[in-house]
C-alpha cells in the first residue's frame, strides 16, 4: 500500500491540511478532505479509481471549502473513473435529486 498525501487549502489555523491519495492492489482511492480549489487535488485524485470530493456548495465560493461548480472545471484534468461527493450544505442536499453525481451517505459501502 501507498498512501500519498498533498497539502490542500483549509484555513490558517491548525493543520497541516491534506488530501490523501490511496494506492493498493492495482487501485487508487483519493480523498480531498475539507479545502477550496487547489491543483494539488489534480495529482491527488488523477486517474483515482475513487475520488471522495467535498462539494460544500453548488456554485457558491466559501474560504475553506469545494464548491460543485470549481471543482467540475477541473474533472477533464482529473479524470477520476467514479467520483462521489460529500460533505455538502444544505445548498447542495436540497439538489441532490439533479446533481447527477454519487453523493455519499451514512454508513455507505463503496466497492472497487
Same mark, same amino acid.
Given at each position: 500500500?501507498? @498512501?500519498?498525501?498533498? /497539502? @490542500? ?6 493543520? /497541516?491540511? =491534506?488530501?490523501? $491519495? @490511496?494506492?493498493?492492489?492495482? $487501485?487508487?482511492? *483519493? ?11 489534480? /495529482? ?8 471522495? *470530493? !467535498?462539494?460544500? &456548495? &453548488?456554485?457558491? @465560493? ?5 464548491? =460543485?461548480? *470549481?471543482? !467540475?472545471?477541473?474533472? /477533464? !484534468?482529473?479524470?477520476?473513473?467514479? =467520483? ?10 436540497? $439538489?441532490?435529486?439533479? =446533481?447527477? &453525481?454519487?453523493? *455519499? ?8
Amino acid at each position: 500500500m501507498k @498512501v500519498t498525501s498533498f /497539502p @490542500v487549502v483549509h484555513g490558517e489555523s491548525g493543520g /497541516p491540511f =491534506l488530501a490523501y $491519495r @490511496v494506492e493498493a492492489e492495482d $487501485r487508487v482511492i *483519493a480523498y480531498s478532505a475539507d479545502t477550496e480549489w487547489t491543483e494539488m487535488l489534480i /495529482p491527488a485524485a488523477r486517474d483515482a479509481d475513487l475520488f471522495i *470530493a !467535498e462539494a460544500y &456548495y &453548488y456554485d457558491k @465560493v466559501v474560504k475553506n471549502h469545494l464548491s =460543485l461548480k *470549481a471543482l !467540475e472545471v477541473h474533472l /477533464p !484534468e482529473i479524470k477520476p473513473k467514479r =467520483l462521489v461527493l460529500t460533505h455538502m450544505s444544505d445548498d447542495m442536499l436540497e $439538489r441532490l435529486d439533479t =446533481l447527477g &453525481y454519487i453523493t *455519499a451517505n451514512d454508513g455507505m459501502m463503496v466497492e472497487l
